[in-house]
C-alpha cells in the first residue's frame, strides 16, 4: 500500500476499462481544431478519472456495470471528459508540453549556464510534483494530465492520456507515483516511477500504463468535484 492513500481501484475505481465503441467518440472544439476523442484516440480516459473522482468524493460506490450510450452515467462520462480539458488553458497547456523539449535548452556563458527553455523533466518534477504530493499528503487523489508524444500537430493531442494518482512512496531520489489508469481497470498495481536526481535534463519516467506511446511528464489537471447521477 503506498503511502497516503485513501483510494485503491480495486475499490473505488469502475469495474470496467477504458475501452468503448465507435459511436462513443466526441468532437471537442478547441483554439487548436476540433480533438476527436473516443475508441480510436484512448477513449473516454479523462471523463472515468474525473467521474470515478466524483464518486469517491461523494463517498458513493459507481454501478458495477459499463453504461450503453444513452444511459445517463454514459452521458455523465463524456462531459466529464469535455471538464477534464479545462478549455481553453487545459488544452493549451497539453500542446505547449508536446512542443517542450524532454530536457532543459540553454547555452555556458561567462561559466554560467544560461537556460533558454525548461524541460518537460523539470515542469513535471520541480513544479507539478511537489503540488501533486502537497494533496496526497491530504489523503487527496490528484488527477494527472500524461503528456506521451511530441508534436505540432493538434490532431495529436488525442495521443495524451490521463489517470489519477492516489499515492506515492520515496527512497532516496526514487519515487513511484500509484496510479489508476482507466485503460487497465482495478489494477492496484499501475505505477509511475521516476528520479528526482537530475531534473534539467530529460528523464525517463518508466511506467505499465496501458499506453502506446512512453511517458514525456505530467501535470496536475484543474479538477473540481461535480455530482454523478443517482441510481
Known amino acids: 500500500m503506498p503511502v497516503n492513500s485513501v483510494f485503491l481501484p480495486s475499490h473505488h475505481a469502475f469495474a470496467y476499462e477504458n475501452a468503448w465503441p465507435s459511436q462513443a467518440a466526441v468532437v471537442i472544439p478547441t483554439p487548436l481544431g476540433d480533438l476527436r476523442c473516443g475508441n480510436a484516440n484512448g477513449g473516454l480516459c479523462g471523463g472515468m478519472v474525473f467521474a470515478i473522482l466524483d464518486y469517491w468524493h461523494s463517498g458513493r460506490v459507481p454501478p458495477i456495470g459499463r453504461p450503453a450510450q444513452g444511459d445517463p452515467l454514459f452521458g455523465y462520462i463524456v462531459r466529464r471528459l469535455i471538464d477534464s480539458w479545462h478549455l481553453p488553458a487545459g488544452v ?48 487527496l487523489p490528484v488527477a494527472l494530465g500524461v503528456v506521451t508524444t511530441a508534436s505540432r500537430d493538434p490532431r495529436d493531442l488525442g495521443l495524451n492520456h490521463q489517470v489519477l494518482a492516489y499515492g506515492y512512496e520515496k527512497v532516496d531520489s526514487q519515487v513511484t507515483v500509484h496510479v489508476y489508469d482507466p485503460n487497465c481497470g482495478q489494477r492496484d498495481d499501475v505505477t509511475i516511477r521516476f528520479t528526482t536526481s537530475s531534473p534539467t535534463k530529460p528523464t525517463e519516467f518508466a511506467n505499465n500504463l496501458d499506453l502506446s506511446h512512453p511517458v514525456r511528464g505530467f501535470f496536475r489537471t484543474a479538477y473540481l468535484p461535480a455530482s454523478p447521477p443517482t441510481g
Open 92 to 139: 493549451a497547456q497539453y500542446f505547449q508540453w508536446m512542443n517542450l523539449p524532454d530536457g532543459d535548452i540553454g547555452f555556458a556563458a561567462f561559466g554560467r549556464r544560461v537556460v533558454v527553455e525548461r524541460g518537460l523533466a523539470w515542469r513535471t518534477i520541480k513544479v507539478q510534483w511537489p503540488q501533486i504530493v502537497r494533496d496526497l499528503d491530504k489523503g
